[in-house]
C-alpha cells in the first residue's frame, strides 16, 4: 500500500503563486508514475476529477492546456516528492488539489488539498 499525502494549499490572490508538495511512500518512488488532479466545488461526488499535470517515471511531463505555461510539476526521487508550482492562479483555478501516484495498474490517491483563488 502507498500512503499519499499532499500539502501547501491556501488561499492566494488573482496572479499570485502557490506550490502543493506530495509525497508518496515506499521504497520503488522512481517506478511512480504521478499526477496531480483537481476537482471544482460543486461536482457532485463520482464526477471525473481534471487532470492537471503529470510526471512519468521518466520524467516526462505533460500538462492541461488551461494551465500549460503556468503550472510546472517536477519531482525529486530521492525525497519521494512530487510538485505542482502554480504561477499566474486565476480563480477558475480553484479547486481541491489531489495527488496520485499510479505503479503498474494500482491506482493510490491522497486526500486533497484545498486551493483557493479569490481577492
Known amino acids: 500500500q502507498v500512503q499519499v499525502v499532499e500539502s501547501g494549499g491556501g488561499l492566494v490572490q488573482p496572479g499570485g503563486s502557490l506550490t502543493l508538495s506530495c509525497s508518496a511512500s515506499g521504497s520503488i518512488f522512481t517506478f511512480y508514475d504521478m499526477g496531480w488532479y483537481r476537482q471544482a466545488p460543486g461536482h457532485q461526488r463520482g464526477n471525473q476529477r481534471e487532470?492537471?499535470?503529470?510526471?512519468?517515471?521518466?520524467?516526462?511531463?505533460d500538462y492541461a492546456d488551461s494551465v500549460k505555461g503556468r503550472f510546472t510539476i517536477s519531482r525529486d526521487n530521492a525525497k519521494n516528492l512530487v510538485y505542482l508550482r502554480m504561477n499566474s492562479l486565476k480563480p477558475e483555478d480553484t479547486a481541491v488539489y489531489y495527488c496520485?501516484?499510479?505503479?503498474?495498474?494500482?491506482?493510490?490517491w491522497g486526500q486533497g488539498t484545498q486551493v483557493t483563488v479569490s481577492s
Open positions: 487532470l492537471v499535470a503529470s510526471i512519468t517515471r521518466g520524467n516526462s511531463a
Open positions: 496520485n501516484a499510479r505503479v503498474g495498474t494500482s491506482n493510490y
